[in-house]
Every structure is written in structure tokens, then in C-alpha cells.
């Protein structure tokens, strides 16, 4: 589905689901901006629709083609509602695994994150996620956070480590002659 979207005074048509998620890279890769705290209450009503609709558990604005600093966790019991948000710290580097999206369904990727997160928000205040103790919260926030920031989870995803094997002159070529190194590529 294609629908129309007002950007600094110029339409521009987006791709969504039928739920109403963005599915458009592009739009996806713009920072939003900060939001009133009036503009994220009817922010976080839509929101919680397209969630409960779902059945997932964290959204941003962004994804239901509103450009503005607020999200939407609903993990267990606990609701988080999310107003321009800012990362002051991270601790522990660890690589998450099969790291997924609402406006990529059937994608997932092993991505770069942090087990500790401390941040500061407008509606919830100064606070610290840990995954020892509060689950895959952490992750979530930071994936919300990156799209306010124009950064899409595969932009996080762990590179492949590249191994460089010294090769010796009496070795076969790499390049697959059957030759030896020394006689084919090392000249």
C-alpha cells in the first residue's frame, strides 16, 4: 500500500503495510524531530493501536510515518512511553542475535548492541536498562532510538571477521590454478 505523506510543505508517497507501518527505507532513514508532550499523547494512542493490533511489543512514530522523537514499548505488564529520548551512556558490547523489525517483517540479523543502556527521557526521566535484569528492554530501546535517529537495525549488524591466512610460497595458489604460489600469483 502506498499512501501520501507531508514533508516540510511537499507530498511524498511512502509504502506501508495494512497495518499501517512503513515499510519505505527511505522515509525510514530521516531523523525525526523532538515532539511536544501534547503531540506524543496522540502519538502514543496510535501507537498502541497498531501494537495491540499486531501483537508486538515496541514501535516508533516514525514507522507509522510520523516523523517525531516518540515510541512505545509494551513489554509484560509494563508500558514505557518514550519522548525524545537521549543515549548518555552504554556499557558491555555483545552481539544480539537475530535482532528483527516491524517495517522489515522476515528479517532478522545478528547486530552490534549493549547489555546496559543509561538514558534520558522527557516522559520517563533518567534511568538505566540492563539486560541481567530487565530483560531485552535495553535492546529494545536502543533499536526505537536509532529510528529517531534515522538508523535502521541493519546498519548495527555485526561485520564478519575477516581472516588473512599467510600463505607461503610452496602453498597452492589461491587463485585456483593447482599451481604454487611462488610459480602462479607471487611473482
Given at each position: 500500500m502506498w499512501v501520501e505523506s507531508k514533508k516540510d510543505d511537499k507530498l511524498e508517497v511512502i509504502q506501508k503495510d495494512e497495518f499501517g507501518i512503513v515499510q519505505?527505507?527511505?522515509?525510514?532513514?530521516?531523523k525525526s524531530s523532538p515532539a511536544t508532550f501534547e503531540e506524543a499523547q496522540e502519538i502514543w494512542k496510535k501507537l498502541e493501536?497498531?501494537?495491540e493490533t499486531k501483537k508486538e511489543i515496541a514501535l516508533s512514530a516514525i514507522q507509522i510515518g510520523i516523523p517525531k522523537k516518540v515510541a512505545l514499548i509494551k513489554l509484560?505488564?509494563?508500558v514505557f512511553k518514550i519522548l525524545n529520548p537521549v543515549i548518555l551512556g552504554k556499557q558491555n558490547e555483545f552481539i544480539f542475535r537475530n535482532e528483527g523489525c516491524l517495517s522489515f517483517p522476515k528479517?532478522?540479523?545478528n547486530t552490534i548492541r549493549y547489555k546496559a543502556v543509561e538514558i534520558q527521557d522527557e516522559s520517563l526521566g533518567h534511568f538505566i536498562v540492563n539486560i541481567n535484569t530487565d530483560n531485552i528492554l535495553p535492546i529494545l530501546f536502543q533499536h526505537e532510538i536509532d529510528h529517531m535517529d534515522g538508523i535502521l537495525f541493519f546498519d548495527r549488524m555485526q561485520k564478519p571477521v575477516k581472516v588473512i591466512e599467510k600463505i607461503g610460497r610452496n602453498n597452492l595458489c589461491p587463485c585456483g590454478s593447482n599451481k604454487k604460489y611462488k610459480k602462479c600469483c607471487g611473482m
Open positions: 519505505d527505507e527511505k522515509f525510514l532513514r530521516q493501536e497498531v501494537l509484560g505488564n509494563k528479517i532478522f540479523k
